[in-house]
């Protein structure tokens, strides 16, 4: 090991005090960028959650009204047989039928116009993991009977759990049905456009709508990637079983809100990043190249003695690189485990936060990658500091240097 190997490692404890003001400024800019980046991370990652989980589906279609009252030649028989040969395709992990449909809920004289949806809640979890209840809720006590209504229309009838509603919807055939159904569960919510969705049992809503077909089915992809294929496999086995042309789409095709607040959002914390990582690096210029004229008489000694200036930098950048590596990890590991941490549950922000993000829960993303950049950020910021703050040394007069106040 060179002289000027050990002089770099051993100026980082003898100057503590400035190294650590170095360290502290790297330390948080390079936390907060990776923090930042998660969180613009989770967003996306979680608007396409809910798209894709909640209201998509990799791939869907839809029965025309046709269908639905029978006067087409697809009926459940002729339904399921295009099952059995969807399910074949390796690609698809999952098919779920729900049934949609506008209705009024009433109590007591009071009505709210609804959006009533059917779901199969064996196949339909990741729905109930993304309810956010008034009231901690088993899975068990709220998907087997009664209705999941949104705060929205609970403050609206002025209804309180375990009430009874009655839902009146106009059938298929022509006719109103209308039931009542005990309020098992009160959502505060789930996406920014699901304020008045009510939830029901699918068969329960069959008998009310009285139909045995879906309105629309929801084919899960076992990877998103491979969703084009799945939609064109889809779209070949449809039409060999039906004459009749059905509505299908991938989750790209109606994810035009989403894409809109993902993209808004993306931009909106790429500015936060940019002007962060402005101010760190003059900052971080600032106490570096500080750092190097403080020391004007130790490098003036150096040069009077006959060592180069070539070594001498080498010092300084040795030593600005051993702070910048030890400060990148503090920030990494510090910020890394609150990501890690919020990551879990997330943040609720309130109801409001849907217009903004999507989701009233903002949950960071712990990705790799960003790990990787946000960690060559923190040594390529420094470590130019110290090359520039030291490029006069070359020139450098150590007379000048050693008789400087």
Known sequence: MSIFTKVAFRNVTRHAARNSIVGSSIALAVGL??????VSSGIEKQLVANLVQIETGSVSFSLSDESLEGKTNINRSGLDK??????????????????HSRALLNNDNKSSDINLRGIDWVKEKPLFGSFRFENTK???????SGI?????VADKLHVEENDECTILVQSVNGSLNMDSYRISGIYKNIS????????MNLEDVKV???TELPTDVLIDSKNLETTPLVLSKVDAILASEFKDTMDLESYEGQSMVASTIANANKYGFL???FFLQVISFFGIVFVVRNNVTERNKEIGTLLAIGYKSRKIRFSFVLETLVVAVISSLVGLIVFGSLT???????IYLGDSATLIFGSSVLKPFFHFPNLILAFGIGLLYPLFSAIWSTRKVRKADPITLLYER
């Open 148 to 152: 999941l209504i949104s705060k929205n």
């Open 192 to 199: 920014g456009w699901a304020n008045t969705m009510v939830f």
């Open 33 to 38: 960028l990776f923090l930042i980046l998660s």
């Open 208 to 210: 009310l709508v009285n």
């Open 82 to 99: 295009a099952y059995s040969l969807i399910k074949a395709v390796p690609e698809i992990s999952n098919i779920r039928e729900r049934v």
């Open 138 to 144: 088993s899975y068990d006590s709220v998907t087997r």
């Open 271 to 273: 500015s936060i990043v």
């Open 340 to 346: 890690a941490i919020l990551s879990v549950d997330g």
